[in-house]
């Protein structure tokens, strides 16, 4: 399996080059991204992939059910050199319909150290326990605590420090919610949206 994985980058860098000859190059030359993605680490749900999007286009930070930890070192050192170093101005966090982290979160069973990382969107689910009992199946509910995971997430992110910091010091940064639906591979805007200094448009309520 390693070899055909090795023969298909060698593929891949091939007819990229053969391409465009110079894109390794500026590639080598400069990271400047224009989105930084926050997204879950299910293999379904590349961000370059399904955002449609080149290598060096997008910088990204992932893990299990794309939970926002504010004691998260890895997230926020992700965020931080993004937002300071890069000077990305769009941050989307992203999660996807059939989550199985969503899924274990809801669960009556043990899962090992990922209980203690998905507590969060165990915490939603009581939260919004009314919101959830209006749908139809249990398929339809944990889709709709993804989508619930993925505004909290987008209001942890903008009560961060650095991002607190970067609107104070004048920086257009957005920080966007999508969800990305696995039996269409389309991409879904939350409407959760926030900007420097205000809320656009409607999270749960």
Same mark, same amino acid.
């Given at each position: 399996?390693?070899?055909?994985?090795?023969?298909?980058?060698?593929?891949?860098?091939?007819?990229?080059?053969?391409?465009?000859?110079?894109?390794?190059?500026?590639?080598?030359?400069?990271?400047?991204?224009?989105?930084?993605?926050?997204?879950?680490?299910?293999?379904?749900?590349?961000?370059?992939?399904?955002?449609?999007?080149?290598?060096?286009?997008?910088?990204?930070?992932?893990?299990?059910?794309?939970?926002?930890?504010?004691?998260?070192?890895?997230?926020?050192?992700?965020?931080?050199?993004?937002?300071?170093?890069?000077?990305?101005?769009?941050?989307?966090?992203?999660?996807? %319909?059939?989550?199985?982290?969503?899924?274990?979160?809801?669960?009556?069973?043990?899962?090992?150290?990922?209980?203690?990382?998905?507590?969060?969107?165990?915490?939603?689910?009581?939260? %919004?326990?009314?919101?959830?009992?209006?749908?139809?199946?249990?398929?339809?509910?944990?889709?709709?605590?993804?989508?619930?995971?993925?505004?909290?997430?987008?209001?942890?992110?903008?009560?961060?420090?650095?991002?607190?910091?970067?609107?104070?010091?004048?920086?257009?940064?957005?920080?966007?919610?999508?969800?990305?639906?696995?039996?269409?591979?389309?991409?879904?805007?939350?409407?959760?949206?926030?900007?420097?200094?205000?809320?656009?448009?409607?999270?749960?309520?």
């Amino acid at each position: 399996m390693l070899n055909d994985l090795m023969n298909r980058n060698r593929e891949w860098s091939e007819k990229r080059y053969n391409a465009d000859p110079g894109y390794f190059a500026r590639l080598a030359a400069q990271q400047a991204p224009e989105f930084f993605w926050i997204g879950c680490s299910d293999s379904r749900v590349p961000a370059n992939v399904v955002a449609g999007l080149d290598p060096g286009e997008v910088f990204v930070h992932r893990n299990v059910a794309n939970v926002v930890h504010s004691a998260d070192l890895n997230l926020l050192s992700a965020l931080e050199f993004a937002v300071e170093a890069l000077c990305v101005r769009e941050i989307i966090l992203c999660g996807h %319909y059939g989550c199985g982290g969503v899924k274990a979160a809801t669960e009556a069973l043990p899962h090992g150290l990922a209980d203690h990382w998905l507590e969060p969107i165990r915490r939603l689910a009581r939260a %919004y326990a009314v919101d959830l009992s209006q749908e139809t199946d249990g398929e339809a509910r944990r889709d709709r605590l993804a989508e619930f995971n993925v505004i909290e997430g987008v209001r942890r992110v903008a009560e961060t420090p650095i991002l607190q910091k970067a609107w104070a010091n004048g920086a257009d940064i957005r920080v966007h919610g999508l969800i990305y639906g696995l039996k269409d591979g389309r991409l879904r805007d939350l409407d959760c949206s926030i900007g420097p200094g205000h809320f656009e448009g409607k999270a749960a309520q």
